[in-house]
């Protein structure tokens, strides 16, 4: 295995690049009444995957990481949606959009498999932040309330009582 540094070492990042590279080269035949329809939509959906990858990758938590390859994900649902209207309508033959579902279906596998790591780190996370020992845990009686305020000004935020149990990353 590899040594993942950044989003751009990432085999589903490249193969999404390598997806959109094929639909821009698809979609230069369209007609012309299709740039702002069928060929924006289709290469939109493409340059989402990639970028959404990249964007969840460089976020600091892997919550969010995974909610930008769930829209990856949705992305990419969407891009095979136009391949298919694009067949139906004759603007790319039958090669053309198996070898575009091909290469989608690749990217959509490991897609697949990176939500589902980073499903599975989310709940590891949520497991060992639950199993703290209740030695570590400040008692109730230990807890004191935030004063409430003399005036009836709003609390500044260093007044507001900390959450208990929740990390930062999640």
């Given amino acids: 295995m590899t ?22 080269r698809s979609t230069s035949s369209f007609p012309s009444e299709e740039l702002y329809g069928l060929t924006n939509q289709l290469r939109r ?29 949705g992305s990419h649902g969407e891009l095979e949606t136009c391949v298919e209207v694009a067949f139906r309508l004759g603007y790319v033959d039958a090669a053309e959009r198996a070898a575009l579902i091909d290469l989608s279906d690749r990217v959509g596998q490991m897609l697949n498999g990176l939500f589902r790591s980073l499903k599975a780190k989310l709940a590891a996370q949520k497991r060992a932040s639950s199993s703290e020992s209740p030695a570590s845990r400040p008692s109730p009686e230990s807890r004191v309330p935030s004063p409430e305020p003399r005036s009836p ?18």
């Fill in 45 to 73: 959906a493409a340059i989402s995957i990639p970028s959404n990858v990249a964007e969840g990758n460089c976020r600091r938590s892997t919550k969010a990481y995974t909610n930008h390859v769930s829209i990856a994900l």
């Fill in 153 to 170: 000004e709003p609390r500044v935020p260093s007044q507001f009582p900390k959450r208990c149990g929740r990390s930062a990353t999640t």
């Fill in 3 to 24: 040594n993942i540094i950044t989003y751009r070492d990432l085999d589903v990042w490249t193969a999404g690049m390598d997806l959109v590279e094929r639909c821009y």
